[in-house]
């Protein structure tokens, strides 16, 4: 463990071939094709899908009402014979589940939590509340057309073979370091909009992971000033840039991080497969793990008796 | 003024013919051919214009490095012989400046600022630090396209002729009720990008105006979220919405604000015309008013000896 660990992370259970896995919709509806799709893929790797009482359900852009929603991903979170929960997609609405999910239902033992984008608020609300490790990574409707590889990595860490080191295919050491850290992050506008809340992310000795997808640089650039402003970069440990898709030219994205973060003296990586693109590499929150910048490397501190 | 006000009210003087209007680019560049034409408009009124050192400068999407668009604002908010500078244009980059702003520069007398959009930023910034009454409107390439009344208000506004009463053209009491408070606000997505900065609105006792342009339901929906997380709303007097251009549809952005409103029991309007649509019609932020949901009118209060 880091060193700066807040706490004792909870490390799910690993998942064997006959679990059952719960899908929820937490955020926005989704395609029904890609969703029985991704539920293919699920049952390939042996695990057999179980839908909520609302997963299907639509509102406009909600994939139900907000109880609804909420109701299904807490009768989930307090199931005994649950190691994992999955989202169906992302898009809006978790940020309106917040308030609903009664911090009890976090008392039991830790379950993965499996998705990316909107699902970013859900990442850092079971790590804060309840200091579960959970999975930046592939949802059931994006399962559908990720690549062999993205598929294979999410397995690998459900199942706990995965490789403790992620090499940066595309790796850019736009600051030069190496730091240890907690691993947290995800989608860069959806942990905006967690600022002043009472869920707003803990960053401090942090190594934090971002992606995005549709903002324009300038958008980008005006997220990044107000989290400066707001102090968010004080005190992390490092950072690590996935995927910017639809972003602009990545030359302008990175010269905005290299910008802001350049003064603090820390490292800062970029070109990790995780985010809105192909692939889309699972990556475990939560956890702690060192960052080499110059050798486009995060290496994860598992638990020796728990993990991969 | 109302039993809430902060501070009292800083109103900047009345402007006359052959007054000189400082013309600042603290945000994007602009269009030159507007630009010139909305110099005319100011021309037209009497004034003569007054460009800074670094008014035409670009650097991508910011009108200018950040000290250069810094330096001008400065150089204008100290100088004595200014009674209003007025924005070229909006875009994105008055949040860059905030730090660069010595807040020494407010001493001075009060001074109109005019804009709208990114400008909101610093009306909240002028507002807190220096209680200054500022000018929600159009903006120098604005004004070369907008129509008359827009431009006569605006005038009448500064030279200290405007009615006290405004009346919403497509007046809609979403809530009723009668409230007094400060007017404040601008775009909401500005607005939301000051969360958690030192520079996060004061919103308590205050008469919130919001417009947007270009955010899906959804995107407002998340803002709106955010904002009754972070307790924005708790104290708010009232509520009254202007444009929501290219938002998508009125009645689903309506009804989000009405969600999000209603369990306060603070009157809510909408259709006042200001915004990013026509007419624009300027708005003093800063200065008291009663908002009258019901009767579609906002009427301010300004100060006996010094206000219109």
Known sequence: MAKNAPTIAKLPPTLVPGDRIAVVAP??????????AGLAVLRGWGLEPVLGSHTAARKGYLAGEDGERAGDLRAFLTDPSLKAIIAA??????????????????????????????????????????????????????????????????????????NRTL???????????????????????????????????KLADRLLFLEDVGEAPY??????????????????AGVVLGQFTGCGAWEEIRDLFRERLAPLGIPLAAGISAGHGSPNLALPF????????????????????NGP
Chains 1, 2 share one sequence.
């Open 89 to 162: 997609r992302g898009g809006y609405g978790c940020l309106r589940l917040l308030p609903l999910i009664d911090a009890a239902v976090l008392d039991g033992p830790a379950k993965w939590l499996v998705g990316f984008s909107d699902i970013t608020t859900l990442h850092h609300y079971l790590s804060q509340r309840a200091g579960w490790v959970t999975l930046h990574g592939p949802m059931v409707t994006t399962l559908a057309t990720a690549d062999g590889g993205s598929r294979r990595h999410l397995w690998s860490i459900l199942s706990g073979a995965a």
């Open 286 to 305: 939560g956890l702690a793990a060192t960052l080499d910048s110059d050798r486009h490397a995060l290496t994860y501190h598992y638990p020796k008796d």
């Open 27 to 36: 955020a926005g509806p989704f395609n029904r094709e890609k969703f029985d």
């Open 219 to 236: 958008r980008i650039d005006r997220m990044l000033t107000q989290m400066a402003l707001a102090g968010c970069f004080e005190k992390l």
């Open 167 to 201: 090499h940066f295919s595309l790796g850019e050491a736009l600051l030069p370091g190496v730091a240890e850290g907690v691993v947290t992050g995800g989608n860069l506008t959806t942990l905006c909009h967690l600022l002043a809340t009472p869920y707003q992310p």
